[in-house]
Structure formats: structure tokens, C-alpha cells
């Protein structure tokens, strides 16, 4: 009890600290994932449409996926030096395989009965993508957005390594300080994030899915 | 109207879809492919709209070959059905009948009143039905809708192809009698794929039976009934059907071709001569080839009159030959005459039936089903 009066007070004292964080947590969350989706999208339905390059798209994101979050970061920043814009670019890449890979499963789950009406009604092949695959394919996309999120806000909590702010920051200095109190002050936002995150792209989920099943 | 000249599919791994397929689809009629799974009629439909291209002959759409047209615009042109409804769940049923339309770009107004126009056709209120999305329709009313989603351009042809297979079976009823009522009002070259031969019974103009990529026969529902080609259109057409379709002899195959005629320019002498010589009471007139009407005995010897043109009877009705037999006894009873006269559609005498040659008939047709049984 003692413990949570004094991490609240804590909290109230640094409040303008860790909302600066919080909003730099967000903002690296948003920008990384930004990306991934003006680049997963697209490679997502050239990997549906084209069934030949879709395994060397798929394995690919699949393996960057795999390198462990922190020599991740720590390579790019070899390449790309310390900070904000170094950290957006690993979230990227995180953020990279949920939302290709649920792209095109999306796409492909399209059920053949509706292309072929599409097609049979007289749409181009753009017109089938853009009138019925890809609307149809918005929930599946929901739901890797919503994984990437997730994953994304935890991911930058380890940018303070390279340099960046966010959340991170807290828990990071809480750890070379031995103070439990600032570690939680960090990991608690954070945490809360990634909740808030699932919960409200779990809702929008839901919603768009509704009238398709 | 569509023509499939010598037309073959051979797919790539070398299997021969269809082999050789000569066909006329009449404008205005339902056009039923039907036949066993595999048989290649999914496929010949498909050939139309160019889902599915052949590998040679050719296919004219009103005299022009689909295969100098561009497959996008010509499926524009045509309706299409597909078997599991394919509504677009993400649009409402506004959106989904306006598919077509809006790729062609018409205006808002004119797409308006065409959804309100087709909602109409098939008895879904409008206001209520258009906003809201299939899946909160029952599933014939999804297939109505699919139906008007494929008349939506207005296309002179529509291709259906097993469209109410999902159906229940009273759905499907219900539905089957929609589209005969529909094409009396909208008049179109309607290709319709089934399995079911009494869906094809009740719809067809015209059934084209298909078996392993051939047309093994083709004609009218009453056709297929009464003259099956061979064993296998007798077995897929079913022993049951088949007996209950035996209907009575037709005018056609009763009536008497060997008869005797008088002309207009004969004398009532000789007309009376041939009479009393061949025992008869009534005698059709020829005018120049065409009937021009009858005379009775009565009639001829009462008058002073020269030739048989001035007692002719023209109030007396006549027959085609494709009447059925009961139409032929109708006739004879109402007019209280001895023989009734059977047209050509060109006006010219086919030949006479009387009494003798419905009984005739009639007790050939008794003793064959006896004979059947």
C-alpha cells in the first residue's frame, strides 16, 4: 500500500516528464507503424496477386521478424546512428509481418465465388482488388494491426538503448538506478498502451467484420 | 441471338472439354444446359462471357464474334448469375444491384430509379430492402437480388448458371416461377445451367442435354419428353417423367394427308361427284394453294349456283397439326361437323381429321401403353 502511494506521488511529481514519454512512445509507435503499412499493404497484395514471389515476400518478413528486437535496433543504429528516426525504422520492421502477412491472407481468403461475380459482371482485375478484395480483406487487416501495435509498443520500450526516448526511458534509468519506483512508473504506461491499443483496434475489428461473416 | 459454330475446348493438360459444340441460343427463350457433372455445360456458359475462352471454332453474339471483343465490355453487355448468389456482403443491396451500372458510370438518377424499378420487379420494397446488406436477407431474397444485379445494364442476355441450386426447395420453387414470369415481361436470350431436370422441364424453351462435351440432344421440354433420342437422354430424363409425359397423340400424327379438296373455280357437279364418290359429307376448298374455307353437302344442293365459290364456308375453325387430340374432338363437337382441317403455319391444308382418325388414334395410343405397363 505504502509502495503505491509512493509510486503515485512519484508519478504526480515527474507528471511532466512521463506524459512526454508516453507521447514520444506513441508517436515513434505511430510513425514505425505508418510505415509498415504503407509498405506491408502494398507488398501484401502483390504476394496475393502474384503467387510466384509470394514466399520469397512472405520468408522475408518472416526473418526479420525472427532477429531478437535488441541486435535489431542495435544493427540499425550502426547504420543509421542513435535516436528517434533509427527507432521508427525498427518498429518498422517489426511491424512488418503482422500486417503483410494478414494483408494477404485477407486478400486470398476472398471467397472465389465473389471474384468470379466480379469478374463474371465485368470488373478488371484492378476493379475486383479494389471494389471487393481489398474491402473485404479490411478485417483480417484489422487484426494485424492490431498484433503489430502491440508488438510495436513493447518493442520501443528497449529504443532508449539506441538513443531514443519513450517510456523506455523510464524503465532504463529505473534499471541502473535499482529503483523499483521508477521502473514501474515506466513499465505501467507502457503496459497500458498496449492494452488500450488491443482493445480499441480489437473494437474496430469487430466492427468492420461484422456485416462480411 | 447466339450461335456456337463447331466449337472445342481443350484444356491445357490435354483434357477435351467439349468437343465439336453446334448451337442457336433463340432470342427471347430460356436456353436450359443441362447434363450429368462433367458434361462441360458450366463450361459452354462460361465460353459466352469469355470466363472460360475456346480453343477453336466460333461464337457469334448477335452475328459479331465475341472473340474481336473485349471480354470486359462484353461481359457488361451480359448478365450473369453465379450458383452460390455471390452478393457482395460489404455493399448494401443498393450498392450490389448497382454494380454494372455504376462500372459503366451512369448517373446517380439513372441508377436510382433503376434499383427502385428492379426491387420493384421482384417485390422487395425498396425504401426497406436497399439500405441493408445481404446477410440480413433470407437466401431467396439474396438470389432475387442476384438476379436483378445481373438484369441491372439492361443486357440483352443473361447467363444463369445453376442459380437456384442452393435454394430450399420451396425457395427454389417460388424463384423458378419469378423467372417465367419475369421473361414474359422482359423479353430475354436467358442461358440457364442446371442439373435438375425438372427445373429445366419447368422453365426451358429450349433443353440442350449435354454428355461428356457433347450436345446429345437438343429441343423443347415436350420434346424430350415425347421423342427421347437415345438410352441416355431416357435415363437421365427419368422413367417416371417420361410416363407422365406421354400425352395423347398430337393432331400431327393422326390426321389424314391422303384427303380430298375442291378448288373455288370447280363446278358444284364434279364437287358433289367427289362426294358421293369417296362417301364423305364435307369437302376443303383451295384457293391457289391456300385454304380458303369448306363446303357441305347441304350446301351444294341447295343452291343454283355454277361453281363451289359461291356457297364456300369460311366461319369454320381450323387445326395445326401441333393440337393436341382433345382440341381436335372440341372442335368437331362444337362446330357439328364431320372433319376439321389442319393448317400449315403457311395457311395450307396439312390434311383433314375426323371421328374414324381419332379413334384410331386414340386406341393405338391405349393399346402401346397397355403394352408398356
Known amino acids: 500500500m505504502e509502495f503505491i502511494t509512493e509510486l503515485l ?12 514519454y508516453t507521447f514520444d512512445h506513441i508517436l515513434m509507435v505511430i510513425y514505425g507503424i505508418g510505415m509498415a503499412i504503407a509498405v506491408g499493404v502494398p507488398l501484401g497484395i502483390l504476394a496475393a496477386r502474384y503467387e510466384k514471389i509470394a514466399p520469397f515476400i512472405l520468408s522475408t518478413v518472416n526473418v526479420i521478424q525472427i532477429i531478437p528486437s535488441l541486435a535489431m535496433l542495435a544493427i540499425l543504429m550502426i547504420y543509421f546512428g542513435l535516436g528517434f528516426t533509427t527507432a521508427v525504422i525498427g518498429l518498422f520492421f ?32 484492378l476493379q475486383v482488388l479494389r471494389k471487393v478484395q481489398l474491402p473485404l480483406s479490411i478485417p483480417f487487416f484489422m487484426a494485424g494491426l492490431r498484433v503489430a501495435s502491440v508488438i510495436a509498443v513493447g518493442v520501443a520500450c528497449i529504443a532508449p538503448y539506441i538513443g531514443a526516448d519513450g517510456l523506455g526511458r523510464e524503465i532504463v534509468s529505473g534499471i541502473s538506478l535499482r529503483s523499483e519506483i521508477k521502473i514501474y512508473a515506466g513499465a505501467i504506461p507502457a503496459a497500458l498502451l498496449a492494452i488500450f491499443a488491443d482493445t480499441i483496434l480489437g473494437f474496430m475489428e469487430r466492427r468492420t467484420k461484422k456485416r462480411i461473416v | 441471338m447466339i450461335e456456337l459454330k463447331s466449337v472445342n475446348k481443350v484444356y491445357d493438360d490435354g483434357f477435351q472439354a467439349l468437343k465439336n459444340i453446334n448451337l442457336t441460343f433463340d432470342e427471347g427463350k430460356i436456353n436450359v444446359l443441362i447434363g450429368p457433372s462433367g458434361c462441360g455445360k458450366t463450361t459452354t456458359m462460361k465460353l459466352l462471357n469469355r470466363l472460360v475462352d475456346h480453343t477453336d471454332g466460333t461464337i457469334l453474339v448477335e452475328g459479331k464474334d465475341i472473340q ?28 450490389n444491384v448497382a454494380t454494372v451500372p455504376k462500372l459503366l458510370r451512369w448517373n446517380k438518377s439513372k441508377i436510382d430509379e433503376t434499383v427502385h424499378r428492379l426491387l420493384n420487379l421482384v417485390n422487395l420494397e425498396p425504401e426497406t430492402f436497399k ?50 414470369h419475369l421473361q414474359a415481361e422482359i423479353n430475354k436470350t436467358i442461358v440457364f445451367v442446371t442439373h435438375d431436370m425438372d427445373e429445366a422441364i419447368k422453365i426451358a424453351d429450349q433443353i440442350i442435354l ?24 431416357k435415363e437421365f430424363i427419368g422413367t417416371e417423367r417420361l410416363q407422365k409425359a406421354e400425352t395423347l397423340p398430337l393432331v400431327r400424327e393422326m390426321m389424314n394427308q391422303d384427303f380430298v379438296s375442291t378448288y373455288v373455280s370447280e363446278s358444284i357437279d364434279e364437287a358433289l361427284n367427289k362426294l358421293i364418290n369417296h362417301n364423305l359429307t364435307q369437302l ?20 343454283s349456283e355454277e361453281t363451289v365459290s359461291n356457297v364456300i364456308n369460311t366461319d369454320q375453325k381450323t387445326l395445326k397439326p401441333s393440337d393436341e387430340a382433345s382440341q381436335a374432338m372440341r372442335l368437331l363437337k362444337e362446330q357439328e361437323l364431320n372433319e376439321v382441317t389442319v393448317l400449315t403455319d403457311q395457311n395450307e391444308i396439312a390434311g383433314v381429321v375426323n371421328y374414324k382418325d381419332i379413334s384410331e388414334a386414340l386406341q393405338n395410343y391405349y393399346e402401346k401403353q397397355q403394352g408398356v405397363v
Open chain 1, 9 to 20: 506521488s512519484y508519478m504526480a511529481e515527474n507528471k511532466e516528464n512521463l506524459l512526454q
Open chain 2, 68 to 95: 474481336e471483343m473485349n471480354p470486359i465490355q462484353l461481359r457488361r453487355q451480359m448478365g450473369y448469375v453465379i450458383q452460390s448468389i455471390g452478393l457482395f456482403p460489404h455493399m448494401t443491396i443498393y450498392d
Open chain 1, 94 to 125: 517489426y511491424s512488418l509481418l503482422p500486417i503483410v502477412r494478414n494483408t494477404y491472407v485477407g486478400v486470398k481468403e476472398v471467397s472465389p465465388n465473389l471474384l468470379e461475380a466480379g469478374k463474371g459482371l465485368g470488373m478488371t482485375g
Open chain 2, 210 to 233: 449435354m454428355k461428356d462435351g457433347e450436345v446429345v440432344q437438343k429441343g423443347s421440354p415436350h420434346e424430350l419428353l415425347t421423342e427421347p433420342k437415345n438410352d441416355f437422354v
Open chain 2, 131 to 180: 439500405k441493408r446488406y445481404p446477410s440480413e436477407l433470407s437466401g431467396g431474397q439474396q438470389q432475387r437480388i442476384g438476379v436483378i444485379r445481373a438484369l441491372a445494364a439492361e443486357p440483352d442476355i443473361i447467363l444463369m448458371d445453376e442459380p437456384f441450386s442452393a435454394l430450399d426447395p420451396i425457395s427454389r420453387e417460388q424463384l423458378q416461377d419469378e423467372l417465367t
Open chain 2, 284 to 303: 376443303p376448298v383451295i384457293n391457289n394453294k391456300q385454304y380458303a374455307g369448306f363446303v357441305t353437302i347441304k350446301d351444294l344442293l341447295k343452291g
